[in-house]
């Protein structure tokens, strides 16, 4: 095997993954009894832990800067986490605009929490199909939407998945940890 030097390598790493890509072999653990990969998105500015046997789905709008990835577990096309990626404008303005994307939501829960860092809006709700957890976080270049469903009847069953993944979500920007308004 020939040998690389770190900084090449680690260059290399960052090119591969500048359109998107899943450490499968580098970076597979298991939470739970759950295999899980990191997925790292340069262009989107996220890294973040899911299960493997999750489809992956990612969907780019480059005109526009923005993007998402959608995990849709295993059996059961109807649980899936969505993360969106946004260049940061108004950030209420976006929140609407994301909540609006799901007509007659109910929200029974809102407050303010820390992921990764930064300040988001979690909220938790349902729709006549599904219950919805939906994070909301702002760093200073991009938005980012977590959003997560599963209808009621399977949604508390992936709350130790669901839990990981949170903790595992990491911004790709330098001046992510930036104290900022809200």
């Given at each position: 095997?020939?040998?690389?030097?770190?900084?090449?390598?680690?260059?290399?790493?960052?090119?591969?993954?500048?359109?998107?890509?899943?450490?499968?072999?580098?970076?597979?653990?298991?939470?739970?009894?759950?295999?899980?990969?990191?997925?790292?998105?340069?262009?989107?500015?996220?890294?973040?832990?899911?299960?493997?046997?999750?489809?992956?789905?990612?969907?780019?709008?480059?005109?526009?800067?923005?993007?998402?990835?959608?995990?849709?577990?295993?059996?059961?096309?109807?649980?899936?986490?969505?993360?969106?990626?946004?260049?940061?404008?108004?950030?209420a303005a976006e929140l609407?605009?994301?909540?609006?994307?799901?007509?007659?939501?109910?929200?029974?829960?809102?407050?303010?929490?820390?992921?990764?860092?930064?300040?988001?809006?979690?909220?938790i709700g349902h729709t006549?199909?599904?219950?919805?957890?939906?994070?909301?976080?702002?760093?200073?270049?991009?938005?980012?939407?977590?959003?997560?469903?599963?209808?009621?009847?399977?949604?508390?069953s992936y709350a130790g998945?669901?839990?990981?993944?949170?903790?595992?979500?990491?911004?790709?920007?330098?001046?992510?940890?930036?104290?900022?308004?809200?």
């Open positions: 095997m020939a040998r690389y030097s770190r900084p090449l390598f680690g260059m290399l790493l960052i090119s591969l993954c500048l359109s998107g890509c899943s450490l499968l072999g580098l970076d597979a653990a298991q939470h739970n009894g759950v295999e899980v990969g990191m997925h790292i998105d340069a262009r989107l500015e996220f890294a973040v832990e899911y299960p493997l046997s999750w489809d992956k789905e990612r969907l780019l709008y480059p005109d526009e800067n923005r993007g998402l990835v959608r995990w849709t577990a295993s059996g059961n096309r109807t649980v899936r986490l969505t993360v969106s990626s946004a260049p940061r404008t108004s950030e609407q605009q994301a909540l609006r994307q799901l007509p007659g939501l109910q929200t029974t829960r809102r407050e303010q929490i820390v992921v990764a860092a930064v300040p988001a809006d979690h909220l006549a199909r599904a219950n919805y957890r939906i994070w909301f976080l702002s760093a200073p270049r991009r938005t980012f939407l977590l959003q997560f469903e599963a209808p009621p009847e399977l949604f508390d998945v669901l839990a990981e993944i949170l903790e595992s979500f990491q911004i790709l920007d330098s001046d992510a940890a930036t104290p900022h308004s809200h």
